[in-house]
């Protein structure tokens, strides 16, 4: 589509400097690059390490599949980021502000018709995780189980409410904690500590 003041209109070909909408239903993110074959790949956008964690209810029950959807798109889009606890359960949010919990309880107020309360999580630290092999991180996983959640492309996360608890994974050798993720779902290669 093309946009233009409060004009849109269908276009089959577009040029260099037009302004246009892609209709999308969750197969494209923020940062993916269209080609027409070519082999490119960017560094993407990141994504940082929350600091802060919350739980999310919503206020009619009956709202609870347009809490989801709302969840999932704008954790898409990259106005937080949600995680999808291993072991079940309800969502858990995570951002780098406060500021970012008040803006989607707005828009999913507005956007979404969906009241929804946060409410505070033991968690503190969150980490990617990779592993040379993957049946080493599927081990990791299973045993770590109830401090694992997955975000909006399922990468795996180490969650911990102590610093502390880093200290707990040094037997897992193969095992690296990353503190950035690009958006694309590429995991940024740089060892961390926790």
Do not use: C
């Given at each position: 589509m093309s946009f233009l003041s409060q004009r849109r209109e269908l276009l089959e070909e577009a040029y260099p400097g037009d302004i246009i909408g892609l209709p999308n239903h969750g197969l494209l993110q923020l940062g993916d690059t269209l080609t027409e074959g070519e082999k490119l790949q960017f560094t993407g956008l990141p994504f940082f390490a929350p600091e802060i964690f919350q739980g999310v209810e919503v206020a009619d029950p009956m709202r609870a599949?347009?809490?989801r959807m709302g969840l999932l798109q704008l954790g898409e889009e990259g106005a937080i980021q949600v995680f999808r606890p291993h072991d079940g359960g309800g969502l858990l949010l995570g951002a780098v502000g406060n500021l970012q919990f008040e803006v989607v309880a707005h828009r999913l107020r507005h956007e979404y018709g969906v009241d929804a309360r946060f409410v505070a999580s033991k968690y503190r630290l969150a980490r990617w995780i990779t592993a040379d092999d993957p049946d080493e991180l599927k081990r990791f996983i299973e045993f770590n189980r109830y401090r694992i959640?997955?975000?909006v492309v399922d990468a795996p996360r180490f969650l911990?409410?102590?610093q502390?608890?880093?200290?707990l994974t040094d037997r897992w050798k193969t095992i690296h904690f990353h503190a950035l993720?690009?958006?694309a779902g590429l995991i940024f290669q740089s060892r961390l500590s926790g």
């Amino acid at each position: 589509m093309s946009f233009l003041s409060q004009r849109r209109e269908l276009l089959e070909e577009a040029y260099p400097g037009d302004i246009i909408g892609l209709p999308n239903h969750g197969l494209l993110q923020l940062g993916d690059t269209l080609t027409e074959g070519e082999k490119l790949q960017f560094t993407g956008l990141p994504f940082f390490a929350p600091e802060i964690f919350q739980g999310v209810e919503v206020a009619d029950p009956m709202r609870a599949k347009q809490l989801r959807m709302g969840l999932l798109q704008l954790g898409e889009e990259g106005a937080i980021q949600v995680f999808r606890p291993h072991d079940g359960g309800g969502l858990l949010l995570g951002a780098v502000g406060n500021l970012q919990f008040e803006v989607v309880a707005h828009r999913l107020r507005h956007e979404y018709g969906v009241d929804a309360r946060f409410v505070a999580s033991k968690y503190r630290l969150a980490r990617w995780i990779t592993a040379d092999d993957p049946d080493e991180l599927k081990r990791f996983i299973e045993f770590n189980r109830y401090r694992i959640a997955f975000d909006v492309v399922d990468a795996p996360r180490f969650l911990a409410t102590y610093q502390s608890e880093f200290n707990l994974t040094d037997r897992w050798k193969t095992i690296h904690f990353h503190a950035l993720r690009e958006h694309a779902g590429l995991i940024f290669q740089s060892r961390l500590s926790g």
